[in-house]
């Protein structure tokens, strides 16, 4: 009988971007399928992990900063990683595991030496994204200024990134715009394929109506009778365009004094720094503009169930977009993929799936007249707003669905010769 292939994903909050194609595998008689990732994040994870994974996990050690530079305390932590994975590694190679393919996102430093405990690996890299200190990110936004310390702790975390990109056999990005953030010399070799979307799952609700709870714990049912502007990511943050966002709310909210302002995301940081008072950017900015609103129909929800997002973008009459120049939201194509009407920020991430009065509307992320202007021209514009919302879900289906275009993709580079 011969042996079955072996494949192994290395994320360390596993599943993250390989959801898709770890489920695909794990449906895959010939192939055997391994994760790892840190124990505990995996566990917070579990219920999104497909059956028929082996799934490891590694711990990491206590925090040593006594003697190192803040400049390179994160790679120190890169390296403590990539030690406690090499540590569980080497315990299960004893134990048989000998994959032909490894998936790997290189982001947290697990990625260094994978070529050195499976030389005979194909090794495909996740480059996400490459951290410049220009046009980028970091300096997107006059309003938040960087400094020079910062600056270099910026650039500082491709550390791990290069590292394993040089040891990579092939990479992959999901955008040609996050490709583009990589310096030139090293683009070659890396190929653009998206993670996917689930069309199958992600489209259309019927159930026409959702009920949600504020995070002051008020109940509010909505349906697709009532008007509905939604704003959804995982934290409320700058790199979101979170507080450009809150400024153009009152004016937005004078125009539409009878929408319903759904506000999706936690107060946790993901790519933006804390606020210097300490106090989350929601507080931060309801501070600034709150007696300016009518809070009974501004409604921030916190985190919500997946299936109550997708229900949300289904009956949405209109959903709204921002980030700087950073990695694009699932949130944004899902949106699509379930006809909501979208208005986004016009910039480098955003251009590269909406494309202006098709499938969507652009605005000026440093204009909050553009974005209100825009957002009260669509809501008054019913033909336009359904023109878009079908043309955005055609876009998906046709670039970026899962099964059809991503999926083939990916199989091919992993089951191709590099």
Same mark, same amino acid.
């Given at each position: ?14 599943p993250?971007?390989y ?7 794990? *449906?895959?008689?010939s192939?055997?399928?391994f994760?790892?990732?840190e ?10 992990? @497909?059956?028929?994974?082996?799934? !490891?996990g590694y711990?990491m ?18 390296v403590?990683?990539?030690d406690?994975? *090499?540590?569980?590694? +080497? ?7 000998s ?7 290189p ?8 070529? #050195?405990?499976f @030389? ?14 220009t ?6 936004d ?14 500082? $975390? ?5 590292i ?10 999901p955008?040609q715009?996050? +490709?583009s953030?990589? &310096? ?23 159930t026409?109506?959702?009920?949600l ?7 509010v ?8 502007v939604?704003?959804?990511?995982r934290?409320?943050? @700058? ?9 153009? +709310?009152?004016a ?9 302002f ?9 790519? $933006?720094?804390?606020?210097?008072s300490?106090? $989350? ?5 309801l ?6 609103l ?10 919500? &169930? ?27 194509? #899902?949106?699509m ?7 986004a920020?016009?910039?480098? @991430?955003?251009k ?18 553009d974005?209100?202007?825009?957002a009260?021209?669509?809501l008054?514009?019913? !033909? ?13 289906v046709k670039?970026y669905d +899962?099964h ?14 590099v």
């Open positions: 009988m011969s042996r079955k292939k072996q494949i192994l994903f290395v994320h360390q909050n596993f993250g971007q959801r898709y194609l770890a489920r695909h595998y794990a *449906e895959e008689p192939w055997d399928v994760a790892i990732g124990r505990e994040c995996v566990k917070r994870q579990f219920a999104l992990i @497909p059956k028929n994974i082996t799934v !490891l711990d050690p206590p925090v040593k900063n006594s003697g190192v530079s803040s400049r390179v305390k994160d790679f120190v932590r890169h403590d990683r990539a406690a994975l *090499e540590t569980v590694l +080497l315990r299960q190679k004893e134990n048989g595991l994959p032909d393919v490894i998936l790997a996102h982001g947290w430093g697990e990625a260094m030496y994978l070529k #050195e405990i @030389p005979q690996a194909k090794l495909i890299c996740f480059f996400e994204y490459y951290f410049n200190t046009k980028n990110n970091i300096d997107f006059p309003m938040l200024s960087s400094s020079l310390n910062q600056k270099v702790h910026y650039r500082m $975390s491709n550390t791990a990134s290069l394993s990109l040089s040891a990579a056999d092939v990479g992959v990005s955008t715009w996050q +490709l953030t990589f &310096p030139r010399v090293y683009r070659q070799g890396i190929h653009v394929i998206h993670d996917g979307v689930d069309t199958t799952t992600v489209k259309p609700s019927e026409g109506s959702i009920e709870t504020t995070i002051d714990n008020r109940k049912r909505l349906s697709s009778d009532d008007e509905i939604s704003y959804s990511v934290n409320l943050e @700058p790199s979101r365009g979170f507080h450009r966002y809150m400024e153009a +709310l009152p937005l909210q004078k125009k539409r004094p009878n929408a319903y759904v506000i999706v995301g936690g107060d946790e940081k993901s790519y $933006s720094g804390a606020h210097a300490g106090k $989350s950017w929601r507080e931060v900015m501070n600034e503009v709150g007696d300016q009518v809070m009974d129909r501004v409604l921030f929800v916190g985190k919500i &169930p997946y299936a109550t997002l997708l229900d949300l973008f289904s009956i949405t009459s209109l959903h709204i977009y921002m980030t700087s120049p950073f990695v694009l939201s699932w949130s944004m194509m #899902e949106a993929a379930c006809e909501a009407p979208i208005l920020s016009r910039t480098e @991430p955003v590269e799936v909406i494309k202006d009065n098709e499938n969507g509307v652009l605005f000026d992320y440093f204009s909050a007249d974005l209100v202007k825009k009260n021209g669509l008054e514009n019913d !033909l336009l707003r359904e023109k878009i919302s079908a043309e955005a879900r055609d876009y998906i670039n +899962l059809s275009v991503c999926l083939p993709q990916y199989t091919k580079l992993i089951e191709g010769d």
